[in-house]
């Protein structure tokens, strides 16, 4: 990469780290679509948990990650809401930069193919163009 794409880089990683690890925090706390389409017909209280009726949300499971350190978009063991939303989201945006960023560095293009010799492919013998050739009278003897 050259260097004048780096200032782009480091500047549109440090927006997406701003935007985890501080914007987060002020999203909206209520379900989204899937999770309220889920308790159509129940009712809930205040904390979101079922009362009463009868809904797909009934039947729902803990998830096999439930307890892994980044369960819940927050950080296990941290008991500051706002700073464990916000780490979360900054580790997870580093993590989907150092993954992007390596895949993109396994897939780079590599430099030209090296030449036939140390002076490049040889090109005296014969023109570029077959067709060139056929159309050449020879000046050898039949």
């Not at 308790?39 to 892994?68: F, M, R, Y």
């Not at 580093?94 to 002076?119: C, K």
Request: with cysteine; glycine share 14%; aromatic share 6%.
């Amino acid at each position: 990469m050259s260097k004048r794409h780096w200032p782009f880089v480091l500047g549109g990683l440090l927006v997406a780290l701003l935007l985890a690890g501080v914007v987060s925090n002020y999203a909206s706390s209520h379900p989204d679509g899937l999770d309220s389409s889920l308790l159509k017909g129940c009712t809930v209280n205040a904390d979101d948990e079922i009362t009463g009726g009868s809904c797909p949300a009934q039947q729902a499971k803990d998830h096999e990650l439930a307890d892994s350190p980044l369960a819940d978009y927050g950080v296990r063991g941290i008991g500051n809401d706002f700073l464990s939303t916000g780490l979360s989201g900054v580790l997870g945006v580093l993590l989907t930069f150092a993954l992007g960023g390596g895949l993109f560095w396994l897939a780079r293009r590599r430099g030209p193919a090296t030449p036939a010799g140390p002076a490049g492919p040889d090109t005296t013998t014969a023109s570029a163009d077959p067709v060139d050739d056929a159309a050449t009278p020879s000046t050898g003897t039949r």
